[in-house]
């Protein structure tokens, strides 16, 4: 499988009929090149927050900003929420708060809500996005911006190989057809590589539903 970005955008190509290749991502300066630099970031992170791969997942205690027993609580608060706090820099997608079980059911999830919030610091202001919850001490699973190719396995790029074709078709190959059908095979091969993912896990018994729960 490929091991570099450009193998990848090489592949994407290959799939649109474009006998072009690229050398060095960062550096040639053909319009394959530059088309594929324009969709390469949008691309991998809509696919890692759609995809939530195994290897991109993270967990962080996050950092508070402020809540009811937070710096400064006394200042700002948001209304409906007893905590704020920073999300982390790499985080694309929150996913859910750790309650410390694996498997969690739905009703045992805490709430939250992402937004950016602005919070003013000796160096003036500071914009940073934001998770609110009820959560004192939250522990956050998400999905991070993991840009190791390496570290990819071979379902997620050729994953990104089928989406990256699928954008660079219209501007490169100004075939609307070819576009379109590099859209289906991209949602396919998308479908695959979500179930190979899955299928390398072995998650927990599901848990019991609250009203089974609730009589024990």
């Known amino acids: 499988m490929p091991d570099s970005i450009e193998t990848i955008c090489n592949l994407a190509l290959r799939r649109i009929g474009l006998k072009t290749r690229i050398v060095s991502f960062a550096a040639d300066t053909t319009q394959e090149a530059a088309v ?36 400064p609580a006394t200042l700002v608060t948001r209304v409906g929420w007893g905590f704020v706090y920073a999300l982390p820099v790499d985080c694309l997608m929150p996913r859910f708060i750790w309650t410390g079980e694996r498997r969690p059911r739905p009703d045992q999830i805490p709430a939250m809500e992402e937004t950016c919030e602005v919070v003013t610091t000796g160096l003036g202001d500071v914009k940073h996005r934001t998770l609110c919850t009820d959560e004192k001490g939250a522990v956050l699973i998400y999905t991070a911006r993991h840009e190791e190719v390496t570290l990819w396995d071979g379902s997620f790029k050729r994953a990104i190989a089928a989406y990256l074709a699928s954008e660079i078709a219209a501007p490169l190959a100004a075939d609307a057809r070819l576009a379109q059908l590099a859209k289906q095979e991209w949602m396919l091969i998308k479908q695959q590589a979500m179930a190979i993912d899955m299928n390398s896990q072995k998650p927990d018994p599901e848990p019991d539903s609250i009203f089974i729960s609730s009589r024990s």
């Open 36 to 71: 594929l630099r324009d969709f390469w970031t949008t691309t991998l992170e809509d696919a890692l927050r759609s995809m939530d791969p195994r290897f991109a997942r993270r967990t962080a205690t996050l950092a508070l900003l402020y809540g009811v027993n937070g710096d």
